[in-house]
């Protein structure tokens, strides 16, 4: 049953779904420029690199579970690794966000925006709609609701909201529902608890999902289409169809603003270091202390996904401090150049002395120059 009552809507999540272009970010270091020697726009990554930060809008169709979905594309495009976004029940159809290789590390973000779901439901017995609008408003909003007892999560009751609930088309004792949700609702328990509330109990018939965060039907890729593009790469050496199919992982991360970096604070972060201020050449407007951001390079790379520390005015007053805390790296160590030195390896080339010697003999000069110079 509902917490509270709300007429309030979910503000259209693609809003923030298209990629920030230049004039959404604020420069902090204007003519930064960057090393084509390292790293490569997504695009231009070779197929074997492109495909292991792939990303996938599968439309999953009724029959096959999530599981056995994900590993046919897996096995089809040769990858050692893949995984999913939101499992579907078997008899569900509809959007199955699907990373390969590396591109895996960042499908959790898509937990972040609403879920929505096209369902056909059966009420057992005629109700006047008008008391049928009603049960079905006070549902909009924060709800508890207990995972069924077939679910992969502990049942304990939880919280969840329905941003928007709408009877699309109701023919008889059957209703067509259109749902937007946060991530992690059970649709089949939201309609039998719709059901308990108007008393003559209701049945989930079918259900499809339409929307994850910012994707939606536009982007889906049917599984055989998928098979006959990577069929025709086999036999022609031709990418052109598989890399329309298989998008870069940083479409998926498209929606979350971002924070672009400088080539030699990339390496740095992919080996677990937190990015400062120093490190920093664009922000996108309005970004809050707090917030999940995407960390990019200057060539449009996803390097890291982590959680802003500052403010938007904050970067710009400030020349030095923490900036982020990393959550997940995404990039591989390597595909930029270390830039800096371990104390290990403060070494003095030219005379393959340490800076403990170094100094040592320093301070052992200027003690000898001083006795000179008393003995003048």
Request: glycine residues 8%; negative net charge.
């Amino acid at each position: 049953m509902a917490v509270t009552q709300t007429g309030r809507e979910l503000e259209r999540f693609t809003k923030q779904a298209a990629e920030v272009s230049e004039k959404e970010l604020v420069l902090i270091s204007p003519g930064e420029t960057t090393d084509q020697g390292h790293g490569r726009t997504p695009a231009e990554r070779p197929i074997k690199e492109y495909l292991n930060f792939g990303f996938i809008v599968l439309d999953k169709t009724q029959g096959p579970t999530s599981h056995e979905v994900v590993a046919w594309v897996r096995k089809m495009l040769s990858q050692e690794r893949a995984g999913h976004s939101g499992t579907l029940d078997p008899m569900v159809s509809g959007l199955l966000p699907i990373g390969l290789g590396d591109a895996t590390k960042g499908l959790s973000v898509l937990l972040l925006g609403p879920k929505e779901y096209i369902c056909v439901a059966r009420i057992h017995d005629s109700i006047p709609k008008d008391i049928l609008y009603a049960v079905i408003d006070q549902f909009k909003g924060p709800i508890f609701q207990k995972p069924p007892q077939r679910s992969s999560v502990k049942r304990v009751t939880r919280t969840r909201t329905i941003y928007e609930l709408e009877i699309v088309e109701q023919v008889g004792n059957l209703l067509l529902l259109r749902v937007l949700c946060e991530a992690g609702t059970y649709i089949r328990k939201l309609v039998y608890d719709i059901g308990e509330l108007i008393g003559v109990g209701a049945t989930m018939v079918e259900l499809r999902r339409t929307r994850v965060c910012q994707l939606d039907e536009g982007d889906l890729v049917r599984l055989h289409d998928l098979y006959e593009a990577n069929e025709v790469y086999k036999e022609s050496g031709d990418e052109k169809k598989l890399r329309q199919l298989v998008r870069p992982i940083e479409f998926a991360v498209s929606f979350l603003k971002q924070i672009e970096i400088r080539d030699s604070a990339v390496e740095s972060i992919c080996q677990g270091a937190q990015l400062a201020i120093p490190g920093i050449v664009a922000i996108s407007k309005k970004i809050k202390k707090g917030e999940i951001v995407r960390i990019m390079t200057l060539k449009g790379e996803l390097v890291a996904i982590a959680e802003s520390e500052l403010q938007e005015e904050e970067f710009l007053s400030k020349d030095h401090g923490l900036a982020t805390i990393t959550k997940r790296v995404i990039m591989k160590i390597g595909t930029y150049p270390k830039m800096w030195k371990s104390k290990k390896e403060l070494v003095v080339e030219s005379e393959g002395i340490s800076e403990a010697q170094l100094r040592e003999s320093i301070l052992d000069s200027l003690e000898k120059e001083e006795q000179d110079e008393g003995g003048r």
